[in-house]
Structure formats: structure tokens, C-alpha cells
């Protein structure tokens, strides 16, 4: 099952279910009354998502939908309550420490580690990204987020998937510059505030039972600039399984609906691991990260006058 959000017209935005090349409206399918505005809102108001949305469709038979090409998507997750970022792909870490001249840290080979992102700057589908003023390092980073659908605190790691609704595409949209200035010393900070990009779509955990073995995603990611793939990749070479990344994502704090958790860029899912064969961002570029079994999601360097 796809859950999104959409605009269309004007009206919006508003939680939907794709069905197809189609959409149907879940405010009007679920009876909701108030408008349910996004997929956070979805699963704040039925725990139960999948269940609820598939008994509604079971019982409307044929329900009124909207062709996908005719609505605007939006990132399906407006403003996450809680957006981390973490990195349990060794290749990619090693390859961005060598470029910033920095070993990976002891800890990391320790627990799974992750730093707390700006929820107020989400982008989705087709957006236009600004960068940062005079940067000239703006990158991309592949990865894949797990979407938190029910409020949690302590959660064991064999009850992960009782907690995560799905998956979506995660754009850590970075300045490369001040990471170099602040890694080591701060974590990622300045460096990442400006827009993460997500979409097109939450994906439900159930539609990656093939993908999904011994706590590992075993899914192909790959990332175009312009057309040009810059990223061949997959999740197969996790360092950490899921669980155990859930494990110290919930430890002594509380877990929320619509949270994300992005678990990390994919070996060679940036440019900065290979800065000195490819170029950084340019405007007007377009970036499209694709993910087996969720899509794509296709991004633009907003063109400065």
C-alpha cells in the first residue's frame, strides 16, 4: 500500500492511498469528517493504517478516485515530529572520511549512531531546492527512511515492525564545505539545515516481506544527475540490521507517528566520496534517487536569476 499526500487544484493538502495510476482520497474514504491533511495525520488518527484503509476500499468497492497525473504530489510527511538521520553503510563512510580526512570514529563500529535533523524544511516531489548562499558544494545522499506509525517508548528490537508503518525515499540534501568544517568536532548541523527531501510515497513494511531477511533491506537504490546515474547501489551491505538501528532509536526516549529515520547513504550515494571525479551540484540541475520497490524521487536545483 502507497499512503501520500497530495494537492489538487485547490484543495489540499490532503492524505490519499494510490491505487494504480490513480488516487483516492482517504478523507473521503475513512468518513473522516475533518480533513485528514497528511500521512502523519493518518496514523496519529488510525493506528491500525493498513487494516483501516484496506477494509474502506474492500467496503466502497469501486471508490471515486483522482488520476495520479492530475494531482500535485507533497512530501507525505508535511513537518516529521522528529526526523534522524544515521549511517550504517561502511562504504560510505569510509569513503566520506577519507574525502573529509577524517577516521570514523571508534563508536561507530560500537552501536549504530544518528543525528537529529530540521523537520521545517521538508520538500517533496518536483521541488525546487535552494542552496545555501555562495555554496558551491551542494550534494546529494541516497537513502531509504523507515516511517514510524505508532507512538513508542523502550521498544525491544524484535517488535520493530509492530512500530514502522513503511518506507520512503530520503534526500539528506548537504553542503559539503561546512560538513567538512563541522564533522568530528559538532556533528552535522549548519551543514544540513536547509532542505531534506522525501517522498514520493510511504510504502507499507508488508510490500518488502521478499526484501527483508535477517534484518536487512536488500533493495537496488540508484541516483541520476541530469540523467547521468552516479549511483549503482544497494542496501544489501547494511553494517547494522534495522533492528538494531530501532533499538537505540527508541532507547529512553519516545518514538512518534510520522517520525523519520533515515538510515543512512548507500556506498557511493553522494558525490563527495568520489569529489574529485565527479562535480558538485550545479544549478538547475535534476536529481532523481529511485528505490526498488518505492519509486523515485525526482528533485531540481532551483536556476538563480
Request: glycine letters at 10%; aromatic letters at 8%; proline letters at 6%.
Amino acid at each position: 500500500m502507497k499512503l501520500l499526500t497530495y494537492r489538487y487544484k485547490m484543495f489540499g493538502p490532503r492524505a490519499g492511498v494510490k491505487l494504480g495510476e490513480d488516487v483516492v482520497d482517504l478523507t473521503s474514504l475513512l468518513d473522516a469528517g475533518d480533513t485528514i491533511r497528511d500521512v502523519q495525520d493518518l496514523l496519529e488518527r488510525y493506528p491500525d493504517t493498513v487494516n483501516t484503509i484496506q477494509s474502506a476500499l474492500d467496503k466502497a468497492g469501486n471508490p471515486e478516485k483522482l488520476p495520479l497525473e492530475a494531482v500535485c504530489l507533497c512530501a507525505p510527511i508535511l513537518q516529521p515530529p522528529i526526523i534522524l538521520d544515521s549511517s550504517i553503510f561502511e562504504v560510505h563512510s569510509k569513503g566520506s572520511s577519507k574525502e573529509s580526512g577524517i577516521v570514523t570514529p571508534a563508536i561507530w563500529y560500537k552501536r549504530p549512531v544518528f543525528y537529529y535533523q530540521n523537520p521545517g524544511v521538508i520538500e517533496g516531489p518536483e521541488a525546487q531546492i535552494s542552496r545555501k548562499p555562495g555554496s558551491t558544494t551542494l550534494d546529494y545522499e541516497a537513502e531509504v527512511a523507515l516511517v514510524v506509525g505508532k507512538k513508542g517508548r523502550n521498544v525491544p528490537p524484535e517488535k520493530m515492525e509492530e512500530y514502522i508503518v513503511g518506507l520512503t525515499i530520503f534526500n539528506d540534501w548537504s553542503d559539503r564545505e561546512i560538513c567538512g568544517e563541522e564533522v568530528g568536532f559538532l556533528g552535522m548541523h549548519k551543514s544540513k539545515d536547509f532542505e531534506s527531501g522525501l517522498g514520493p510515497w510511504v510504502v507499507t513494511f508488508d510490500e518488502f516481506r521478499d526484501k527483508y531477511r535477517d534484518g536487512k533491506l536488500f533493495l537496488k537504490v540508484d541516483a541520476r544527475v541530469n540523467g547521468e546515474t552516479l549511483t549503482d547501489s544497494c542496501t544489501d551491505d547494511m553494517y547494522w540490521t534495522l533492528p538494531q538501528l530501532f533499538k537505540v532509536v527508541a532507547e529512553d526516549t519516545a518514538i512518534l507517528p510520522g517520525e523519520v529515520i533515515g538510515i543512512g547513504t548507500v556506498g557511493h550515494g553522494c558525490i563527495h566520496e568520489r569529489a574529485g571525479e565527479i562535480p558538485y551540484l550545479s544549478d538547475g540541475d535534476t536529481v532523481e534517487i529511485e528505490v526498488e520497490g518505492i519509486g523515485t524521487l525526482r528533485q531540481y536545483v532551483r536556476a538563480e536569476n
